[in-house]
């Protein structure tokens, strides 16, 4: 799946099978579900999680707990859309999956 593929799943009721954890917050944060995508990354440890953590916490408005999310994600603090970081992160953690 590619990035176009993944922004189609958006119109489906549930997100594409096989995704990450991360990914599956990604698709819930893109429909407004804020509170499902963060109890997936809420229970998750790894980097990627810790990345979708700290976009969802700008989505939200909460600067200061999304620069502590970056660091746990060892990125860097977006300063762009939160759109565009979505779209930045679904790119990456697809081209990962491989």
Known sequence: ????????????????CGQSPALAAL?????GEWDK??????EESSADAAWVHAWL???EGDPSNARYWYGQA?????DGSTETEWAAIVAALLETKG
Not at 27 to 31: F, Y
Not at 37 to 42: L, R, T, Y
Not at 74 to 78: L, N, P, R
């Open 1 to 16: 799946m590619n990035l176009a593929g993944f922004r189609r799943s958006l119109a489906d009721e549930t997100p594409p």
């Open 74 to 78: 060892g990125k860097a603090e977006s």
């Open 37 to 42: 995508a963060h109890a997936i990354v809420q």
């Open 57 to 59: 916490h700008r989505v």
């Open 27 to 31: 698709w819930h944060g893109a429909k």
